[in-house]
């Protein structure tokens, strides 16, 4: 997925830090140049308070205290005023603008998997250093304090399997310098906003709440690598402004929606995607030549839809494809280059469709009346071989 995670593979040394029952260590891994992680040990070196540390101390007792149920024990450390010692937080050595050493502040939490209860709070802005907050897989619930628009330094926010609930959390459309939401497995209702994909975002996670209503036509504008809708209760029509999209996406999931219309052609447009899964829909008519430009293609799932006509011949002999699932459609026709995939070990899944002198397709009268079948898809012009890029 890019370069999405580059915080993320730093935390993942230490992560075990967090919710291990061991003795965690002090020194950890460099974060930017001179930076040193401190915490997340419970015998981490106790250094002397320093003022900076005032602050993100009053912000974490705060938060400390909207935290209902701890059964693993992962704040019982936090006592005392130096917050670099505490499970879970990560201080950096900072420098001023001459390059000199300052005191340390905090610049991580990482609180996944630790099973808490409880909420967050408004005073968690004054950690204005803070680059990532992971706390993926507690109970946390309700909302996200309007105040975290202030947190200025932060890159990542990972608030998935949770208890979160209520519309879409703008808020954090205002964190300035935000690259990876993720807000999936939660409880979150309703439409979101047009202006999501207007940010610098990299990375955005929706899938698995109970986001509802059409797709905003700005999804093109977003220059993110990835993108995950699935799971979730959005209708109407893939926006067409999607073929708009920078070469930069690499996984697009819109799987398990009330989604239909058509494809829009200007999906060929990504010639680096990597993963497309439209399946468990309700998407109708042909597919557009261009999939066939897809050259980085290796996932391609349009299974569970109600489309039809024929398979592009380019399709099936891109190189990069790894598998093809197109069951449970009322497809009519299947190409010969299809039937070598096999031969490339790449899996295909065709069954249930209407294709003439295959098994395991629908019954013929179902194929009868195909669904869409009036639907006008627009398609690229057959005058000449497509050219893709």
């Not at 993320?8 to 830090?17: F, H, P, R």
């Amino acid at each position: 997925m890019g370069g999405i995670c580059f915080v993320v593979l730093l935390l993942q040394i230490i992560v075990t830090e967090v919710v291990g029952a061991g003795v965690g260590v002090g020194v950890g891994v460099g974060v930017g140049p001179g930076g040193v992680w401190f915490g997340g040990g419970i015998n981490s070196p106790s250094p002397g308070v320093v003022p900076s540390q005032n602050s993100a101390y009053t912000a974490l007792q705060a938060w400390k205290s909207a935290i209902t149920d701890d059964p693993m024990g992962i704040l019982k450390n936090w006592m005392g005023p130096n917050v670099c010692t505490y499970r879970g937080i990560f201080c950096t050595n900072s420098q001023d603008y001459m390059g000199n050493p300052t005191d340390p502040v905090v610049t991580g939490i990482d609180l996944n998997h630790a099973n808490l209860q409880g909420t967050l709070v408004k005073e968690l802005s004054y950690l204005t250093d803070i680059s990532l907050i992971h706390l993926n897989t507690n109970r946390f619930s309700g909302i996200i304090p309007q105040t975290f628009r202030d947190l200025s330094s932060l890159v990542e926010l990972d608030l998935s399997n949770n208890h979160f609930s209520g519309p879409f959390p703008t808020t954090v459309l205002f964190i300035p310098n935000l690259l990876y939401l993720d807000l999936r497995f939660n409880s979150f209702t309703g439409p979101i906003p047009e202006d999501l994909f207007n940010r610098k975002l990299d990375a955005i996670f929706l899938n698995n709440n109970q986001f509802d209503g059409e797709l905003p036509q700005s999804l093109g504008n977003s220059p993110a690598s990835v993108i995950n809708f699935a799971n979730n209760k959005f209708s109407g029509n893939i926006p067409f402004s999607l073929g708009y999209m920078g070469p930069r996406i690499k996984e697009i999931l819109f799987l398990n929606n009330d989604l239909n219309g058509c494809i829009p052609e200007g999906v060929g447009l990504w010639t680096d995607l990597q993963v497309l899964d439209v399946s468990f829909n309700s998407l109708m008519g042909h597919l557009p030549d261009t999939l066939s430009c897809l050259r980085g293609i290796e996932v391609l799932n349009l299974g569970h839809n109600k489309l039809s006509g024929d398979l592009p011949d380019l399709v099936c002999s891109l190189r990069n494809l790894v598998n093809l699932t197109l069951a449970y459609n009322f497809f009519s026709e299947l190409s010969q280059d299809c039937d070598k995939l096999p031969l490339r070990n790449v899996g295909i899944d065709f069954s249930l469709n209407c294709i003439p002198g295959r098994q395991m397709q629908r019954p013929q009268p179902e194929c009868s009346v195909i669904p869409g079948g009036s639907l006008n898809c627009l398609r690229v012009p057959a005058v000449k071989p497509l050219v893709c890029g």
